[in-house]
C-alpha cells in the first residue's frame, strides 16, 4: 500500500520542487541578510529570525542555477536537517501537497542542471506535472555543514 507525503512546494527557476513538511520549520518573507566573509557565494549570510542565528543558502547558486533579482514572492523556507536550521531562498512557496509514495520515482542523473546527489527523487503529479524532491542530506552536504554550523555558535 502507497503512503502519502505531506511536502511544501516551492519554486525555482520555473519548476516545482518539493521538501518533506516534517522538515520544515517555517517560510518566510525576505528579509536583511547579513553577510559573513569566507563562505561560498551561495551563502548568502545569517538572519536572525526571532533571536536565532540562521545561516541562508541561495538555493539558485547551490545548485548552479542562473540568479536572479528577488520579488516579492522570494522566500526563505527554513529547513530542518541534522539538528541545525538553514535558511533556503526559494523563487516563491505556493502550496502544501500530498504525494503519493508509488507515484516517485528515481531522479535521472541530471535534471535541469542539477545533480542528482541533490536529488532525492520526482513525483509524478497530474499528467503533465512532475515534482522535483530535494534530499537535504547532500543539498548540505557534511563539510557545509560543519561551516555552517560555526554560524550558530
Request: charged content about 25%; proline content about 5%; some cysteine.
Amino acid at each position: 500500500m502507497a503512503e502519502e507525503l505531506k511536502v511544501i512546494v516551492f519554486t525555482l527557476a520555473h519548476e516545482e520542487y518539493g521538501i518533506e513538511v516534517d522538515r520544515i520549520r517555517t517560510i518566510e518573507r525576505m528579509c536583511p541578510i547579513t553577510r559573513v566573509p569566507k563562505t561560498p557565494d551561495f551563502v548568502k549570510g545569517v538572519i536572525n529570525l526571532r533571536g536565532i542565528v540562521i545561516p541562508v543558502i541561495d538555493l539558485r547558486g547551490r545548485f548552479g542555477l542562473p540568479e536572479t533579482d528577488l520579488t516579492d514572492n522570494s522566500r526563505i523556507v527554513i529547513v530542518a536537517a541534522n539538528d541545525l536550521e538553514v535558511g533556503f531562498i526559494v523563487d516563491s512557496a505556493n502550496d502544501v501537497m500530498d504525494v503519493m509514495s508509488d507515484a516517485i520515482e528515481n531522479p535521472p542523473e541530471v535534471l535541469g542542471g542539477i545533480k542528482a546527489k541533490y536529488l532525492s527523487g520526482v513525483a509524478k503529479i497530474g499528467d503533465n506535472r512532475l515534482l522535483i524532491l530535494l534530499n537535504l542530506v547532500e543539498v548540505l552536504n557534511r563539510n557545509e555543514i560543519i561551516q555552517l554550523e560555526q554560524f550558530g555558535e
